[in-house]
């Protein structure tokens, strides 16, 4: 059904219609990776706001990583960068992150944002360069 036949008659609602501004926003993802130090997570979620791969990014750290390296557990610390973007713009931004990375395999995790602010989620579409 498209638009066009959609009912607008009270009694008889209309089940294909967007239930809010979300539902007409660009799918949201969270993307998650790991750098060795503060000032590779700082470099790696600027450069990406400034192109707009991402509409803001967070940094926390540090955090400890255990995890099995090449046969062995290994132990660091490590800065991790939440990235907020479009799955229009997932691919520019692990690109961007695997050029920029130091890490011969780097993290790179993404999540569908499955619901949120409506306000928030037209802004973060409209910094990354979705309509």
């Known amino acids: 059904m498209d638009a066009t036949t959609l009912t ?3 009694t008889s609602p ?3 219609a967007p239930t809010s501004a979300a539902d007409a926003t660009p799918p949201c993802l969270a993307v998650l990776t790991t750098a ?3 000032a590779t997570a700082r470099r790696l979620a600027t450069s990406a706001v400034e192109g707009r ?3 803001c990014a967070q940094i ?3 955090v400890t990583s255990v995890y099995r390296w090449q046969g062995a557990i ?3 610390t490590e800065w991790r960068v ?3 973007t479009t799955s229009a713009r997932y691919a520019e931004l692990e690109a961007h992150i ?3 990375h130091p890490y011969d395999v780097p993290e790179v995790i993404a999540t569908p944002v499955t619901a949120g602010s409506d306000a928030y989620l037209a802004w973060l579409g409209s910094e990354t360069g979705a309509s």
């Open 82 to 84: 939440l990235y907020k």
């Open 53 to 55: 791969l991402a509409a």
């Open 98 to 100: 695997r050029a920029g």
């Open 36 to 38: 060795p130090d503060e």
């Open 74 to 76: 290994e132990t660091d």
């Open 60 to 62: 926390d750290g540090p």
């Open 14 to 16: 209309a089940t294909d």
């Open 8 to 10: 607008t008659d009270a």
